[in-house]
């Protein structure tokens, strides 16, 4: 019993100096790419303020930049090219008009202990008193810096630092245009959540976005598939398609079975959400979607929330996706209560500019009906 004991106890503190060890290594990751940013921000501070002071700004900073560039590689090496330098005066012009205190940093929820580790605090390094804080790499802020709306960038910005996105994953999420699908599934209050605080998960239809973007499946969207096939797609890159579903999924089975009256049935995906803290099922349908497959799914969420839910989870949550909906359909045969949805789903990304026309045409829409009338 004391060796068991003692087992325990070495176990705890390996797992809690593990974690420390993990965290400094994190932290020094950290560091080193918050050195990088601050340094690019004042480098392009220094060249933006040194152009001022020139009569011909475009041919003076042109000639100075390529001299500075030649310099500075002669005495750091590779990496200070003009394009570089370029970059880094772009970056100072963006960021340097974003509000003292509102940034993506400032906005993160607080870190918990992990195993009983109190975190590392976040690199929050600043250049002088005026300076914007930064959580990013420069490869990060490479693809931000080029996104012109303010509100769209912010949310990038912060759900890339919560939820800790690769470049790539970062590249994909803009190039889906996730923030204008997002926003287009909300009223105006909630659009501007997004710039503020990022996707926020409180009720059953944060977690939507119409359409979902699937071209990461490599189906064409001209070929004649199955719905068999368009599941084993899914499954082979699961962990890109979780990251499409959003934040807090988690994949549990697929054509999971249940029985009753002597029949199986099976639903083509059972995930769980551990934010709303409820099961979400999924259904796969590559024609357009009928009021059967609506009843089917409503069969399916009551099953889930009579017969599997526990008593502390939310009510199950109910997802078609089809290639094609009509929203009329949708809502005549569900009750307004029906925690079911329907997403149509596209096989390639989506056009950008004609979703924030879109974006843009329904904010002036609702703004317009907004106004008080006159008496």
Known sequence: MAEIRDTKKTDALFEKIAELI??????VVSTVNAAEVYTKYR????????????????????????????????????????ETL???????????SRPIGSTALTRLPAAKKVNGVDPIPPTKMRTNDRSPAFCLSWSHYLILMRIENPDERSFYEIECARQQWSVRQLQRQVASSLYERLALSRNKAEVMRLANEGQTMEKPADILKDPVTLEFLGLKPEAVYTETRLENAIISRLQTFLLEMGKGFLFEARQKRFSFDEENFYVDLVLYNRILQ???????????????????????????????????????????????????????????????YASAYELCLPDKALLQRKLRAWIDEFEGNSETPEA
């Not at 993990?22 to 932290?27: G, I, L």
């Not at 970059?87 to 340097?96: A, D, I």
Request: charged fraction near 30%; aromatic fraction near 10%; glycine fraction near 6%.
């Open 22 to 27: 993990e965290q400094a290594r994190r932290h």
């Open 43 to 82: 480098i392009g501070q220094y060249i933006v303020e040194d152009e001022q002071k020139g009569r011909n700004r475009a041919e003076y900073g042109q000639r100075v930049l390529k001299n500075l560039s030649k310099r500075l590689t002669e005495r750091f090496g590779a990496g200070w090219s003009l």
């Open 86 to 96: 370029k970059n880094c005066r772009f970056f100072y012009g963006v960021y340097s």
């Open 278 to 340: 409820c099961y979400v099922l999924v259904d796969l349908k590559v024609d357009k979607l009928t009021h059967q497959d609506l009843g089917q799914m409503q069969m399916y969420v009551n099953y889930f929330d009579r017969h599997v839910k526990l008593d502390f989870e939310k009510p199950t949550i109910g997802i078609l996706l089809c290639k094609t909906k009509k929203d009329a359909l949708v809502e005549l045969t569900l009750p307004e209560d029906a925690n079911i």
